[in-house]
């Protein structure tokens, strides 16, 4: 039987230089599965602080859109509600003018209302009617929100009056208003128009009229 190819043997250098490289990728393998746990807790932490920043940012887009939100519903609110402010200003020109022809009627008899105050019956009746109209326009300003202030015998408060002179009038504490030139109206917690009032001076000092922080005078 013949000897091997002598082509085929390994050399000792060559069996020395196979062993080195096996042991190198041992090692290189060995050193990786070594350092795998520090990787692996490493990218846990920075999945966690991924995770922990999308929950912030999540709580703050809801809590941005609840405010959202709750500020849509306060404007459609009052949009709504003092959508017809410009209107309901230009109908007070009306109520005055209305109250202005009662008053005129009125004044023939002092203390009686105004449609027997006339004897004509057909002025009588046409007196009547302007009362009726005027009743029903108030109705149709509160159905809408709009109502008026009923000053007279009240402190002045700055915030619903405007003091056109001061009357002098011992008999009441100072501030207190004693005549209406000109009726305010109030829609919803803002206000249309101040009343136009006479102030009492002369009395004893009257308690100073409340603050009203939630007043709007911006209609």
Do not use: C, W
Not at 2 to 11: I, K, R, V, Y
Not at 95 to 105: E, F, P, Q, T
Not at 118 to 137: Q, S
Request: aromatic content about 2%; charged content about 30%.
């Amino acid at each position: 039987m013949s000897d091997p190819n002598p082509q085929d043997a390994a050399t000792p250098d060559e069996l020395k230089t196979s062993e080195t490289d096996e042991q190198r990728a041992d090692g290189t393998v060995e050193r990786e599965v070594a350092d795998e746990p520090s990787t692996g807790g490493q990218r846990v932490a920075e999945l966690e602080a991924a995770v922990a920043d999308l929950r912030d940012r999540l709580l703050r887009s809801h809590a941005e859109m609840e405010n959202l939100r709750r500020r849509t519903e306060r404007e459609v609110v009052d949009a709504k509600r003092y959508a017809v402010s410009s209107f309901a200003r230009d109908l007070l020109g009306v109520a005055d003018n209305l109250r202005r022809a009662l008053d005129a009627a009125a004044a023939a008899t002092p203390g009686a209302e105004a449609s027997e105050a006339v004897a004509d019956p057909v002025f009588a009746a046409l007196v009547e009617g302007v009362e009726l109209t005027e009743r029903e326009l108030g109705k149709g300003l509160e159905k809408h929100g709009v109502r008026k202030l009923d000053p007279k015998g009240k402190p002045f408060d700055p915030h619903h009056h405007e003091a056109v002179f001061e009357a002098p009038d011992p008999s009441v504490p100072a501030g207190t208003v004693v005549q209406v030139m000109q009726d305010g109206y109030v829609i919803g917690d803002r206000i249309l128009r101040p009343a136009m009032v006479a102030v009492a001076r002369g009395g004893p000092k009257a308690d100073a009229a409340p603050e009203a922080p939630g007043l709007d005078r911006t209609v």
